[in-house]
């Protein structure tokens, strides 16, 4: 005996089975793009500084919860370098904030009501 599996697929605008695209592409080009991918390193490199922070605040607590506490001149050590990668992911997520703040149209002002500015025609 055999099985027959039938695919079901998502239908899409008047039965079209294409694969899907957005309403609104962003251009292929240009500056737009090149922070987008400036975005993507930034929150790449801000996720790395914060597991190193995480790693080093671990070998920290393993080091002074052990039976033979560790010299505290280590800790020192690893806690400075702890602090360094924190000051690291702190700088790369205020970096891509000014990237994604770039990309995004301003909002308007909310203190104008746009209906009672004049043309600007």
């Known amino acids: 005996m055999t099985r027959s599996i039938t695919p079901i697929t998502a239908a899409g605008k008047s039965g079209d089975n294409g ?65 360094a990668c924190l000051e690291t992911a702190h700088h790369y997520l205020l970096m891509l904030s000014s990237v994604l703040e770039e990309r995004c149209p301003p909002d308007p002002d909310p203190d104008v009501d746009p ?4 043309p600007a025609f």
């Not at 922070?53 to 560790?70: G, N, Q, S, V």
């Not at 209906?115 to 004049?118: K, L, Y």
């Open 19 to 83: 694969p899907r695209t957005e309403e609104k592409a962003g251009p292929e080009h240009g500056l737009f793009v090149l922070r987008g991918r400036e975005g993507k390193g930034l929150i790449s490199l801000a996720c790395d500084a914060l597991g190193e922070t995480f790693t080093l605040a671990h070998e920290m607590h393993a080091r002074l919860y052990a039976t033979d506490p560790a010299d505290d001149r280590d800790l020192l050590q690893h806690l400075g370098e702890a602090l």
């Open 115 to 118: 209906w009672s500015v004049d």
